[in-house]
């Protein structure tokens, strides 16, 4: 037998984004699992993240780094301030801006919270090998930049059909 003979399977039949939006779902769920030890509501994560490497930030900025709308992050930001972990203050620069950092409170929460989302990782990807990670990875990021509008995907590679005496 050829060492480089891969057998045919049906993948072409496989409902992928639905096999991706499944497991997307089932990771998002673990994950907010996982967060709610720390007092952390899914979701809440991205922002608390974002927040622990600056001082602070508008909510403008928050909404475009995370690629969500300001409205989702004004909720999210009052849900956490009413928890205690960040507070809002004026702008020095812009009385109109708004800007959020987190209160000690918050501070206290990111180490639990990254041991949160690292143990969720460890449970979904741990029986992954190094390089299967690696390729999950590539993978992912290219599928997230060919439904990126932005970005225009490369051109896919027509296979070249074979008649019906080739091998």
Same mark, same amino acid.
């Given at each position: 037998?050829?060492?480089?003979?891969?057998?045919?399977?049906?993948?072409e039949?496989?409902p992928l984004?639905?096999t991706?939006?499944?497991a997307?779902?089932s990771?998002?769920?673990?994950v907010? +699992?996982?967060?709610?030890?720390?007092?952390l509501?899914?979701?809440?994560?991205g922002?608390?993240?974002?927040?622990?490497t600056?001082?602070s930030?508008t909510?403008g900025e928050?909404?475009t780094?995370?690629?969500? +709308?300001?409205p989702?992050?004004?909720r999210?930001v009052?849900?956490?301030q !009413?928890?205690?972990?960040? !507070?809002?203050?004026e702008s *020095?620069?812009d009385?109109?801006?708004?800007q959020?950092?987190?209160?000690?409170?918050?501070?206290?929460?990111?180490?639990n919270m990254?041991a949160?989302?690292?143990?969720?990782?460890?449970q979904?990807?741990?029986?992954? +090998?190094?390089? !299967?990670? +690696?390729?999950l990875?590539?993978?992912?990021t290219?599928?997230?930049?060919?439904?990126? *509008? !932005?970005?225009k995907?490369?051109?896919?590679?027509?296979?070249?059909?074979?008649s019906?005496?080739?091998?």
């Open positions: 037998m050829n060492r480089f003979y891969i057998e045919k399977d049906d993948s039949n496989v984004l639905s991706l939006q499944n997307a779902r990771a998002r769920t673990h907010a +699992k996982q967060l709610l030890s720390t007092g509501y899914a979701g809440q994560e922002v608390m993240e974002l927040l622990s600056a001082e930030r909510l928050i909404a780094a995370l690629g969500v +709308k300001p989702t992050v004004t999210t009052t849900r956490l !009413e928890q205690g972990f960040v !507070e809002r203050h *020095p620069v009385a109109r801006q708004v959020v950092r987190l209160t000690e409170s918050g501070k206290n929460v990111i180490d990254h949160a989302v690292a143990q969720a990782e460890e979904a990807f741990g029986s992954l +090998k190094k390089k !299967e990670r +690696k390729q990875a590539k993978i992912l290219k599928i997230e930049d060919n439904l990126d *509008p !932005e970005k995907p490369p051109a896919r590679k027509k296979k070249k059909k074979q019906a005496n080739t091998p």
